[in-house]
Each structure stands twice: as C-alpha cells, then as structure tokens.
C-alpha cells in the first residue's frame, strides 16, 4: 500500500520563492564579505535546482562566477539498505577542488538533519573545505540531528504526518511550495 498526499495549502507562490532565492543570495554574499573561495554544491534533485537559482542570483549581485557543484547522497544515506532493492544512484558532479573553499551546501528542504549528515560525510571525502554553509528554502522542523541551516528562506512548522513538496519548473513545470497531509 502505497502512502498518498493530498495538497492541503501552498507555502510559497512563484514570486515568494524568486524573492526568497534573491534574499537568501544577498545574506550569502554578506556574511561571507563576497565571493572569493566560495562555491555552490546542490544537493541533489531539487537543491540542484535551487543551488543552480542560487548561483545566478549571486552573480547578479557580484558580477562573479562561482563554481556549481552536484550531490547525489544516495550512498552516504544511513537508511540506504532500506531504500529500495534497487536505490538509483546518480553521479556526484564537482568539477572543483573544494580545499578552502568556503562551500554554500544547498537542499529545498531542512527536516531531520540525516540528508545533511550524509552530504557533509561525501563533501569531507573529495577534501577539506575551509567551511561548509548551509541554505535551504525550507526549515520545516524534527531535528534528528545537531545539524542548523546558516540561510533560510522560510521556516515552517510542520506536523510529523505532514509532508512540504517544493516544485521547481526545471523538473515539476511549476514554482511552488506546498504544505501536503497524508491520505491512508
């Protein structure tokens, strides 16, 4: 039996999410006095999305370039046997050395911490950045885990039955955040 979610209220409208990615961009040029050593990793699929948004939002502001970098967690998951019998692993993309970089890790959505955990642990074995950031668009809540975002858009409580779905025009043909139940 398979779970199903019912749309139960939309978060963040196309605008909102444009104003968000523009104001988390602004606080991350601010607190890092620039661009220099900073670069981009997405966590993959939807922090692809944003951290790609993200970056040109950045150069916008900075007329720089950063370099963009690609995640895929699946591996580093500590619920990885649980997954599926078959997980799709895609490629982990970071065509930079990411020795003293001030790395800006990007997800949609902040929940209990593990998909953070699993992308800090991949990030640690291609070198040693002088930091790691981390921006969301979504804090919904339920920490499993000491893990705190630096930059976040919206912050938003959330029940344990309830699910935050962000869709992307990239890959959903539309922008929005919504707030969905869990239909038995």
């Known amino acids: 039996m398979t779970n199903l979610y019912r749309t139960k209220k939309v978060i ?6 444009a104003i968000a990615i523009k104001r ?29 948004r993200l970056s040109a939002e950045i150069k916008k502001i900075s007329k720089k370039t950063m370099p963009i970098g690609v995640l895929d967690i699946t591996l580093y998951r500590d619920d990885f046997t ?10 982990t993309q970071i065509p930079f050395v990411i020795d003293d970089k001030k790395i800006i890790l990007v997800d949609d959505v902040l929940f209990t911490g593990r ?6 642990d991949e990030i640690i074995d291609f ?6 950031q981390l921006a969301v668009l979504i804090d919904r809540g339920h920490r499993e885990l000491p ?5 976040v858009a919206k912050t938003f409580k959330t029940a344990l039955t309830e699910m935050i779905s962000v869709n992307f025009q990239e890959i ?13």
């Open 12 to 17: 963040m409208t196309k605008a909102e999410i």
């Open 24 to 52: 988390l961009a602004l606080e991350i040029v601010e607190k890092n006095h620039g661009t220099k050593d900073l670069a981009i990793i997405g966590i993959r699929t939807r922090g692809v999305f944003l951290a790609e």
């Open 82 to 91: 649980s997954l599926s019998e078959m997980p799709v692993v895609k490629e």
């Open 115 to 120: 998909t953070i955990r699993a992308a800090l």
């Open 127 to 132: 070198g040693r950045p002088q930091s790691i």
């Open 147 to 151: 893990i705190q975002a630096d930059f």
């Open 172 to 184: 959903d043909n539309n922008d929005q955040v919504t707030l969905n139940d869990k239909v038995s």
